[in-house]
């Protein structure tokens, strides 16, 4: 089912993306070479737990498996699903992305960006930025009238067109009182549901886009998802409500 959120309730999932955009951006502002991926975690939840609210990933479930940590860091090959670690340090050239979800009231917030290490080759800036792009692309599409397949649409077309390729393996969601909800929303074209937009629709929209293979494997401690050609991904995320006037992003710092 897919729940329709009043104006109220749109402020309250707004005020659990805000904090989300609040502690990426800090964290952002950590990232530098000899930063250890577990530091950013202990801040993240810090961060969170002051402004009164829980982190959305720790203890998260899925199929069994409970996530440990209040945040994904993904390291170059990594796609998403990266593991906070006080042994994993950022070195100069990587690209890392910061995945992260905050519950306030009941009501959560997800978003991701993919950011560089200080100096980054010009390939690993370029597949930032298209990925970054095709995530806006999506959202563009947020439109009452269009169907979830016309964002899926938007952002492959535009990876693609730059000769990378799309994780099938991991979707976009909806999101509100729980962290995923219905409709799930693909970075591709494929089979299944595609709903009409409607207004009061709150979605997660997350592209990972790939240098190479969109194909990934997931590593032996469970979480971590690697490209199987162990080139480059990288991942952005918005929470994103569809209103009478367009998308409105709700974890858009302020
Ligand atoms: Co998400």
């Known amino acids: 089912m897919i729940v329709l959120r009043s104006r109220q309730e749109i402020d309250l999932i707004r005020a659990a993306c805000q904090i989300v955009a ?8 950590m990232v530098a070479p000899g930063v250890s991926t577990a530091e950013l975690d202990e801040r993240a939840e810090k961060w969170t737990r002051e402004r009164g609210a829980v982190p959305a990933f720790k203890g998260y479930n899925v199929g ?19 593991m906070p670690s006080a ?7 990587d690209i890392v992305g910061l995945d992260f979800g905050a519950v306030h009231k009941g009501y959560y917030g997800d978003s991701a ?22 995530l806006y692309c999506g959202i563009e599409n947020m439109r009452l009238g269009n169907r979830i397949r016309d964002i899926s649409a938007a952002i492959q077309n535009h990876a693609e067109s730059h000769g990378y390729g799309v994780v099938r393996d991991f979707v976009g969601h909806g999101i509100g009182q729980r962290l995923h909800e219905e409709p799930q929303v693909p970075n591709y074209v494929g089979a299944g549901q595609n709903p009409r937009l409607k207004e009061g629709m709150v979605l997660a929209i997350e592209p990972m886009v790939c ?30 409500a569809v209103t009478a006037n367009g998308p409105e992003i709700l974890t858009l710092p302020s």
């Open 113 to 134: 960006v993919t950011l560089a290490v200080g100096g980054v080759s010009e390939n690993a800036a370029r597949l930032m930025q298209v990925t970054r792009e095709s």
């Open 211 to 240: 240098e190479g293979t969109y194909e990934v494997e997931v590593l032996q401690d469970g979480w971590t998802a690697v490209t199987r050609d162990r080139r480059l991904a990288a991942h952005f995320e918005h929470s994103v």
């Open 64 to 82: 069994g498996r409970v996530y440990p940590s209040s945040l994904c860091v993904s390291i170059n090959e990594e796609v998403v699903h990266g």
């Open 87 to 93: 042994k994993r340090i950022l070195k100069e050239g």
């Open 22 to 29: 609040e502690v990426l951006q800090r964290l952002g502002a």
